[in-house]
T-cell receptor, first 109, second 116 residues
């Protein structure tokens, strides 16, 4: 089992749709969790950290479920500019960080 | 104002050559990283330095030698380049959290290495 797993997609959605991504992790001692987005030929950029209580930033909501060892990202009212690869990132303890393989999202007009 | 910078942005070289990539961060972070992103877009950690000390070496061939002269810089030297080294190399930095774990990582723009 991979340490961090994501559905690679692609997810093809129309503008205005709501889309959700899940990510599972294998190390129950993992300490911090993040979602990044990566545009084509660009560096990954932090989208949001994921906290135990769940957190929201505008159209984006992140959730952490420690019991089931997954994190999720919900995007509401999708925009064309949301098209990117979304990376799930887990700090498994100490200084080790594992990136998921990414989920590709295409938002179409 | 660039938070994490890398040079060069593009590097084209022949097999067997030796090359270096430089990275600098002005965020005051105590931890820096090198990642490799291959043609399948999978981002994999290579090295991690905390306060200039090597913390993580993820079974990278010893042709790759990182060096951290101070907390703000982490360079990567690659000897005897091979075709399989072609990839995008990203530098990143972060700060450890008081509550444990690592904080958010900030990435440089990447160095696209092509070995011919």
């Amino acid at each position: 089992r991979k340490e961090v797993e994501q559905d690679p997609g692609p997810f093809n959605v129309p503008e205005g749709a709501t889309v959700a991504f899940n990510c599972t992790y294998s190390n129950s001692a993992s300490q911090s969790f993040f979602w990044y987005r990566q545009d084509c030929r660009k560096e990954p950029k932090l989208l949001m950290s994921v906290y135990s209580s769940g957190n929201e930033d505008g159209r984006f909501t992140a959730q952490l479920n420690r019991a089931s060892q997954y994190i999720s990202l919900l995007i509401r009212d999708s925009k064309l500019s949301d098209s990117a690869t979304y990376l799930c990132v887990v700090n498994t303890g100490g200084f080790k960080t594992i990136f998921g393989a990414g989920t590709r999202l295409f938002v179409k007009a | 104002d660039t938070a994490v910078s890398q040079t060069p942005k593009y590097l084209v070289t022949q097999m067997g050559n030796d090359k270096s990539i430089k990275c600098e961060q002005n965020l005051g972070h105590d931890t820096m990283y090198w990642y490799k992103q291959d043609s399948k877009k999978f981002l994999k950690i290579m090295f991690s330095y905390n306060n200039k000390e090597l913390i993580i070496n993820e079974t990278v061939p010893n042709r790759f030698s990182p060096k951290s002269p101070d907390k703000a810089h982490l360079n990567l030297h690659i000897n005897s380049l091979e075709l399989g080294d072609s990839a995008v190399y990203f530098c990143a930095s972060s700060q450890a959290r008081l509550a444990g774990g690592l904080g958010e990582q900030y990435f440089g723009p990447g160095t696209r290495l092509t070995v011919t």
